[in-house]
């Protein structure tokens, strides 16, 4: 099983126990790895973190609830506040009105969907290219055996006065702008 295919049984594990206090280690569980590494990765591959998911999630269930003739207190306590007062707080964080206004008034409110984890390969489309020959580069060097202690090898070099060394020829700027105006050219 792939870390995708966990990441979606998480949060269908979420999904189905929204109403109640969501156990981080479980979650960490079911993605197979430990509480701290799973919320990095969800933060990470979500694009937020795991609580402010929750409290979306939540925020959002709680706004059909109330539309559909839900009492305040009533949501308030399914989906875990302790009081009226932070689940205000909470709502109006996240819808920007009171919960009593909500479901009095014909508001817009926010709904976040449920995440779900897909891997898309990109890179399908075409691309053009063209294969450019260049002249053969010369490479000059001098050769020296060497001791595969490096230290031996440095004393032996300062003593005999032989020095390794590697000369190539690299194309002048000059060159490399007249290729690449040919190239554009072409």
Not at 165 to 180: D, K
Request: glycine share 4%.
């Amino acid at each position: 099983m792939d870390w995708i295919t966990r990441l979606n049984m998480v949060i269908a594990h979420m999904e189905e126990n929204i109403a109640e206090e969501i156990d981080y280690t479980r979650l960490a569980k079911i993605a197979c790895c430990s509480p701290y590494q799973f919320q990095r990765m969800f933060s990470y591959i979500a694009g937020l973190p795991l609580p402010k998911y929750i409290r979306r999630r939540k925020m959002s269930l709680a706004a059909v609830d109330l539309k559909n003739e839900g009492m305040v207190i009533d949501v308030t306590l399914k989906y875990g506040y302790a009081s009226p007062t932070a689940f205000n707080r909470a709502f109006q964080s996240i819808h920007g009105i009171a919960p009593s206004r909500a479901k009095k008034a014909e508001q817009p409110l926010k709904s976040y969907p449920i995440l779900s984890f897909k891997l898309i390969a990109k890179g399908v489309d075409e691309m053009e290219f063209k294969i450019v020959k260049r002249e053969t580069i010369r490479v000059l060097g001098a050769a020296t055996p060497m001791n595969t202690d490096l230290k031996k090898h440095t004393r032996k070099a300062k003593h005999t006065g032989k020095r390794s060394y590697l000369a190539v020829r690299l194309p002048t700027p000059m060159e490399i702008t007249q290729t690449w105006a040919q190239y554009v050219k072409n």
